[in-house]
């Protein structure tokens, strides 16, 4: 498991006094609002920003870290992720997870079978959308109960059950 978290991606500058517009990567952009401090995923090293000011507008939230006080300073991390430590996450519910935590899990069907690799966990507006690299193809499996029968986090395994016509595509 991962100890950082992402929580936005610094999309563009806002304005000319260090404002960024973020893309918020976690499902309540409100929890901005309760934040302290972020780290801005720079390398070697990232670096921790303290949050000054929570603006929203559209999809995008709008920060002011008290590190930044111009544009000059802050453009040219655009595009970096923000990230929070584990214990700053939100506390999840039964059958939550992070997709920090689901992405490398080994995918086996109910039937004991290996299928792939968790690849990639995409958002859409009804349910999530597993996207599963098999021996010689991506699969894309609704996460209802359905199709995602068990996730193991400690094992490292997601059991899936193959509805019919679900391969077909």
Do not use: W
């Not at 976690?26 to 934040?35: S, W, Y």
């Not at 000054?52 to 040219?76: A, W």
């Not at 193959?162 to 077909?168: A, E, Q, R, S, V």
């Amino acid at each position: 498991m991962e100890d950082m978290l992402r929580v936005g991606v610094i999309s563009s500058t806002h304005g000319v006094r260090g404002e960024v517009k973020v893309y918020p990567t976690t499902d309540d952009p409100n929890r901005f609002k309760k934040l302290k401090t972020l780290m801005l995923d720079i390398k070697p090293e990232p670096i921790t920003l303290n949050i000054e000011s929570v603006k929203f507008f559209k999809n995008m939230v709008i920060l002011k870290f008290k590190e930044f006080n111009n544009i000059n300073e802050i453009e040219k991390y655009k595009g970096r992720d923000l990230l929070i430590h584990r214990d700053q996450a939100v506390k999840l519910g039964p059958n939550e997870n992070f997709i920090a935590d689901l992405i490398g899990l080994q995918v086996v069907t109910d039937e004991g079978e290996d299928f792939g690799i968790l690849k990639d966990v995409l958002k859409t507006g009804a349910n999530d959308v597993y996207v599963i690299q098999g021996k010689n193809k991506e699969y894309l499996f609704p996460a209802i109960k359905q199709c995602i029968k068990q996730v193991d986090i400690n094992a490292g395994t997601v059991t899936v059950h193959i509805m019919d016509g679900l391969l077909d595509l």
